[in-house]
């Protein structure tokens, strides 16, 4: 969401922006999705901006025509079927974010709220685009082809969207995934440089059987693999975790909350150079 709302940013006159609400409200004069939103997108880029709405279950299939998605808050739907709007969005290649957090990067306060989560973000000035190419948030294709790639797999929404802002910002190519299996496979088929993986996610202990699942899996084997979890706090555990080649193979064991200087010291460390 916070990598979305930040792509605002990046708009050009003619991008299509799509407002997606999640219920079918009686539409009112001064309606947020259909009035506010798009007057305070058009005041903050200056430019012009096509906007599409759909309501309800209305949503497109094919998103590659939107430089931007603005979902609703989602009082009107559950956690997966948001989730699963986000993961559309993503998996073709286009910014998204909410109601809520484009409106505080809009009054300039998005970066002092996410601050305690990842340390803050740092807007970058990517390459000028040629002709043609197309934005996938900060980054450009050809920008996105020459970055190093982190896979974070971790099912915490908040905790991915601050450090994927913080990779993207850093100049990162960053892709999510919210459980295990869904991790493995983006594994499978993007080979990241450095996987960043949760322990609890659907079950308690599911970080430690993909991180050695990955281990295993010849294709993946010399892909660096660092924990990160809030395991230790969330049981009260008297013990950490260090990697161990037998049961734990994996290149770090970072504790939430974690600062983000020592995130990026352990991944520079670790990343496939």
Known sequence: MCRGAYAVDRLQDGDE??????????????????????TWLLNHTGKKLIFDVTAGGDYPADLKRYALIVQC??????????????????????????????????????GRIIDPFAGGVVKIQPAKAAAGERRIGYLY?????????????DDDVDFVEAMSSLLDAKGYAVSCAYDGEAGYAKARSESPDIILLDVMMRQRAEGFDIARKLHEDPALGSTPVVLITGIRNDLNLPFGFEPNEEWLNVKAVLEKPIKSETLLKTIGEHIKK
Not at 25 to 35: A, L, M, N, T
Not at 141 to 153: C, G, P, T, Y
């Open 17 to 38: 922006v799509l407002i997606a609400e999640s219920c079918t409200h009686h539409v009112q004069p001064e309606d947020i999705g259909r009035s506010k939103i798009p």
């Open 73 to 110: 808050g989602g009082c009107m739907m559950n956690r997966r079927e948001v989730m699963s709007r986000v993961e559309k969005a993503n998996a073709q290649g286009v910014p998204v974010t909410n109601y809520g957090v484009l409106i505080a990067h809009l009054n300039g306060i998005l």
């Open 141 to 153: 294709e050809e920008d996105k082809k020459m970055s190093n790639k982190v896979l974070i797999i």
